[in-house]
């Protein structure tokens, strides 16, 4: 965000001030402030003028200000009602040398998945893409996806949902798909270059706009609409602290797991491994036990069984 609005919004969100006051303390000139107030309302925040000075009524459902409003992780949000894709679109900037930045959509029209499935997207959901640029080697690269899983659970949660992770990459609700989430990267073996964590919720969206499955579902049909600019800002809070504590992000993740103690079965590119699940390692490998055997798997598709199924 352009430091200045940054600043105005800042000394906004503490009461009323003055256009000379904003003026005097950016060091900007009262015309400067004036578009930067006219820029504010017409990304759709209600900004009364009154003897006291400009003072914020209220602040827009949702988009890039409204995100950035209050946000506590030091993030410029890039908005768009509608996009192909907000992981391209991350990863177009990080080619650009950016960093830091969150790609947010209300819809989108070519979400993808992993090994590129489709990835409904409708409008009304919680589609973003965060783009970093961590110093640390690329083998390292699933603890993201991991602290990603957690941030969403922990996020979605508030909203009054049982959230649970499903290893690697989906976050639950009774056993149905909320939410997925996509990590891309490039980087050299002992060095990650760029890393871009796309995260889908269906927040805001009825199940006849998701793919036609029983085991998908969405915060509307759980629990009602939600407010996306706090889900978001809770959201890309958790991520950030938990990427800056990594000690943390293993057992959190084991806490809000619903793969450990299971029966799985999981396909890999070396085939498939069939077991209990019981436990996670770093940066984010299955554990599985196969008759006394442990077998180790870092990528894959995992389906949960039930006790009475599989080997
Ligand atoms: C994922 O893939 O779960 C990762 C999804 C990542 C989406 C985010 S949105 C923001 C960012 N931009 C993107 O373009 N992508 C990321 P995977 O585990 O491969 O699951 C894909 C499968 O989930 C599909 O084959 C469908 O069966 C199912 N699916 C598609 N859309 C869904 C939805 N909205 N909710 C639940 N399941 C869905």
Redesign the pocket.
């Known amino acids: 965000m352009q430091e200045s609005r940054e600043r105005i919004l800042s000394a906004l969100s503490e009461g009323p001030v003055t256009g000379p006051e904003l003026a005097d303390d950016l060091e900007i000139s009262r015309a400067a402030v004036w578009k930067h107030i006219e820029e504010l309302r017409d990304a759709g925040f209600e900004i009364t003028s009154t003897g006291s000075g400009y003072e914020i009524e209220s602040v827009p459902e949702f988009g890039g200000i409204a995100v950035e409003f209050g946000l506590e992780a030091p993030f410029e949000i890039e908005y768009h009602d509608s996009i192909g894709?907000?992981?391209?679109r991350a990863r177009g900037l990080a080619t650009e040398g950016r960093e830091n930045v969150v790609v947010l959509?209300d819809e989108?029209t070519?979400?993808?998945?992993?090994?590129d499935?489709?990835?409904?997207?409708p409008s009304g959901?919680l589609?973003?893409?965060i783009l970093l640029r961590p110093t640390r080697p690329a083998t390292h690269a699933p603890v993201y996806t991991l602290a990603a899983a957690v941030a969403t659970a922990r996020a979605v949660r508030e909203t009054g949902v049982d959230a649970r992770i499903k290893w690697p990459?989906?976050v639950l609700v009774e056993g149905r798909?909320?939410?997925?989430?996509?990590t891309e990267m490039e980087g050299e073996a002992d060095r990650i270059s760029w890393l871009v964590v796309?995260?889908?919720i269906?927040a805001n969206v009825g199940t006849d706009r998701?793919?036609d499955?029983e085991d998908?579902t969405s915060l509307q049909a759980e629990v009602g609409e939600v407010d996306r600019r706090n889900l978001t800002q809770t959201l890309i809070t958790e991520f950030h602290e938990l990427v800056h504590d990594e000690g943390e992000i293993v057992p959190a993740w084991r806490d809000l797991s619903a793969t450990l103690d299971r029966r799985v079965r999981v396909e890999t590119a070396n085939g498939t491994v069939e077991g209990r699940a019981i436990d996670i390692e770093f940066p984010g490998s299955l554990v599985i036990e196969t008759d006394g055997e442990e077998t180790v798997v870092t990528v894959g598709?995992c389906t949960h069984l039930r006790a009475s199924e599989g080997a």
């Open positions: 894709s907000t992981n391209a959509a989108q070519g979400g993808r998945g992993r090994l499935r489709e990835w409904s997207s959901g589609w973003l893409s990459n989906d798909k909320l939410s997925g989430i996509l796309g995260i889908g269906n998701l793919p499955r998908v598709d």
